[in-house]
């Protein structure tokens, strides 16, 4: 693994515990290197966090592609309860959840604009697949789909060390939407 890459991973465990106030001399430890040669690599630390960001929706991005693309034959609702499960799934690691939480902290206004457009064109990508999954394609729908995986996420961050509890709560979540889809 090269250097860059070293340190935006470091970066990003950093910015998932701290948030905007990950200090540099924190991810030059976790590197092994010395602050300065941070700087050979990245003008500053809003350029390190942006390309974290970045980085973490692509990755995301990737995983829904495979997501949408590997269920083709399921009917709509189990397509929705698949898409459902994977996502929480995928963000089974409290620190993915924490990491786009602490986007919506960053003190610096122009950096936190930035990554929230990023984030906003994540979710609309998002959007535009889920769309397609529902019998209407229904754009309403879809959202208010999103905002249950929202809220299912939180369970999963409040609940982390409690994996039984955060567990039984997402299942409960599901299982109510599913009634509420079947009327």
């Known amino acids: 693994m090269d250097k860059k890459t070293e340190i935006l991973d470091a970066a990003f465990s950093q910015f998932c515990r701290r948030g905007y106030s990950v200090v540099m001399s924190d991810i030059a430890k976790d590197v092994g290197i010395k602050t300065p040669s941070i700087y050979s690599h990245f003008s500053s630390k809003d350029e390190i966090i942006l390309l974290v960001v970045e980085r973490q929706i692509e990755e995301y991005c990737g995983f829904l592609d495979t997501l949408y693309a590997n269920f083709q034959q399921l009917d709509w609702i189990h397509k929705l309860e ?12 409290a620190d993915q959840v924490r990491f786009y939480k602490n986007i919506l902290l960053i003190d610096q206004a122009d950096l936190r604009k930035k990554c929230s457009a990023k984030v906003f064109d994540m979710e609309l990508f998002h959007l535009s697949k889920l769309e397609s999954v529902f019998p209407n394609e229904s754009e309403g729908n879809a959202l208010l789909f999103l905002s249950i995986i929202q809220g299912a996420l939180e369970v999963e961050l409040l609940f982390y060390e409690s994996d039984d509890t955060a567990e039984a709560y997402i299942t409960k979540i599901w299982r109510s939407y ?3 889809l079947g009327e």
């Open 82 to 93: 698949k898409i459902y499960f994977d996502i929480i799934r995928y963000f089974k690691n």
């Open 178 to 180: 599913r009634e509420k």
